[in-house]
């Protein structure tokens, strides 16, 4: 049985994430953002092996949830695609993750702090962010999440909370839809250096987990405000 | 009686103080800038629900103290509205207001730390900064000014302040005049990164109240200068 | 007796240079920079009172000493232009006059540190920084050198150094040429970003006096090379 | 015997090189980059004195080891080009040289702290920073590698590393293309900076010397990815 063909609007939604992402600073050359295939449950869209600045919508592949290419044809594809198929597998809910090197989460992740939510942005982060130590699964690695095995430790590491911390890696955050997968990347990346800062100012008293729960839903309502205006910052995709 | 239409110059000034607000790294996606009706002191202008960054002349509405656009014709409107119509109500003197998330004081609403003045350009600091915690007045909220009750508490709490942190959210600056709430919720940004480097080096020496009181006299007959700078950066708003 | 017109190059430099610093973050819409006239060295050129980034040649005027503008024709000038009335009266090797706000600087002022040379491009600061608190010579005031009084004070305090910070208020560096103090402007701002990094780290090992000596005149016959690339940066200033 | 002519797409590569460094803030107004002549394992190829950001192809010269500029024809040669024919001379394994004053490098040199690898992107940093104080061998200088002794000196400190931190001045990179040693610059100024953080936070756990070496070796098989993306950035080179 062939796989359809994913909705036009999704795959390019994909593209311009990529495009979002490397603008507000989430990735740099390197990182990757996906979403569930919207005719199948059981593949994701991801682009092939590139810098997400540059992606344009027919580098978007479709993958199994093993991180298999269906449609490669000899293009190199991500080390790491199994961040995002073992995700979606242990997932249900989720739609969209992002993965990424962002700069002001890496201090939590190779310190073993836990990102809390500074203001009302990051309710997400009510329950705290997971933090995911390669070396306990596997010992000594390149770091990189480059098997399903790996993938599936990821993936429980990360239980039901919105974004795992990755030590001496960089981070990934999970979303029900692309908008809010990327929010909630660039989110948790202004959180860490708010928290960074407030925790060298003084005691911090962070959100309470219902005051967070509370923000969270509200954020919902509001993220095609912001999707909007990173929309229109990229331009053209083509 | 109807309402009669706004100072074209007013309304536009308003579009302007948005995308100024933006480029200049107070607002985000998030945030908004209000200006009193020129005619009517009961009421106050403000944009529906956007990013600042888009906001052109038509996209300002006309709201009552309550919160209630009169002319919103189904457009959302933003769910803080509260805090202009609350503080215009406790404020004969203020003429506009600024809501923000601006980054560099955050840290000092969750430490419960005050905004002192750094240097003279912040005299309008010497009071301090307010704190509202919200939590305070209405127990595990959404964290967000959401209703005429709350945004009467936050403009008590403001007082005669230039500006109240608000915990866990955000900031809100007031002034006579757009030029001058935007240079307030500008420098208050900018002396909060000074404020946090400077006690990371040592024992500060704020400016004194009567230093403070004379810097801010000074400052606000150089409003026009800024200004001008400002205008030029974000070219046409249309 | 007439004022000789200054060189048209000279002109054109003092509006290329209030660019540039705009451009490379020394000066935000504050802050001024001037030359010794060249064919009067009891005058000196700024520009009438405006932001630096929209300066062009015919803006800038003649002042004598004492801050008297010859030419102003009804423009408003700097309130603190008797900085470099008084810094050209007491140094006769100072040619041109920067004072900014630049961010970094700030924290030194108002915690009575003293800029010391990091690294080599900062040689300049071998001898420290000076630091003038002007409550010390006039109480309360509005932190401006708004009088030849004052800026005779700034200027004693400044001694035979390339740089005073004044404490709640900002710096004001001077060299032998337009170039050379945007140079020490420049890298004053980001020795003053390393200097609190270092700190922050552990023992700092400045450069020794000897070091400084010889690191500034070596970085002295280099001006070029940075002063080129700053002018093509900012293009065109008509 | 004459030198052969450097393939030309070496000698444009070097000048993307110079162009990327700035864009990416590895070098400002100061720096630079060379590769090995492809030709002649005893040459290698180096702008003339100029800011990095300006280099066009014809401003690439051949030096020898000694640092003798081949075809200068009166052009000025960077003071401190026998950095890189010391090294090239040492160390037969590199082909790219990039010298900096990378910002977040420079406290680590001055305070003595070695750099580690943060995260997998740094795995190149395993064997960790070397410190080069020139003080240690030549007493008070201008703090440049401007001889011949110098810069054997600073080979010899390097070592077998991939950088080497100069005390007081900035640091020097190596590699075994001129993607990889602009790579390495880059990814020790992010690391530099990700460190500095972590310690504020707290107790840091680095990559394992494996972790690193296994890393380092997988990154360098991606270099292309953001190669491609620097590339496009920087636009023409003419």
Not at 128 to 156: E, Y
Not at 165 to 179: D, I, K, N, Q, Y
Request: some cysteine; overall charge neutral; proline content about 3%.
């Amino acid at each position: 049985m062939t796989l359809p063909a994913a909705d036009p609007a999704l795959v390019e939604k994909i593209a311009v994430a990529n495009r979002i992402l490397y603008r507000i600073g989430v990735v740099d050359g390197f990182g990757h953002v996906s979403a569930r295939h919207d005719k199948s449950p059981s593949h994701f869209l991801l682009a092939r092996n590139m810098a997400p600045a540059l992606v344009k919508r027919e580098d978007i592949l479709s993958y199994d949830l093993d991180g298999n290419a269906l449609d490669a044809e000899g293009k190199r594809v991500y080390l790491e695609r199994f961040i995002h198929g073992e995700i979606y597998r242990a997932r249900a809910d989720v739609q969209a993750v992002v993965h990424s090197h962002s700069p002001n989460v890496i201090p939590f992740g190779v310190t073993a702090q836990t990102l809390q939510p500074v203001f009302h942005m990051s309710g997400f982060l009510g329950e705290g962010s997971a933090l995911f130590d390669i070396r306990d699964v596997a010992g000594d690695t390149n770091m990189l999440v480059s098997s399903g095995a790996l993938g599936a430790a990821l993936a429980a590491c990360l239980g039901p909370r919105s974004i795992v911390l990755m030590r001496g890696h960089g981070s990934t955050a999970v979303g029900g839809s692309v908008e809010q997968a990327v929010y909630r990347a660039y989110y948790a990346e202004i959180n860490a250096r708010l928290q960074m800062q407030a925790k060298l100012l003084g005691e911090v008293k962070y959100l309470s987990a219902q005051e967070a729960a509370k923000a969270a839903a509200t954020n919902d309502t509001q993220l095609a405000r912001v999707w909007e205006l990173w929309r229109q910052e990229i331009g053209s995709i083509d």
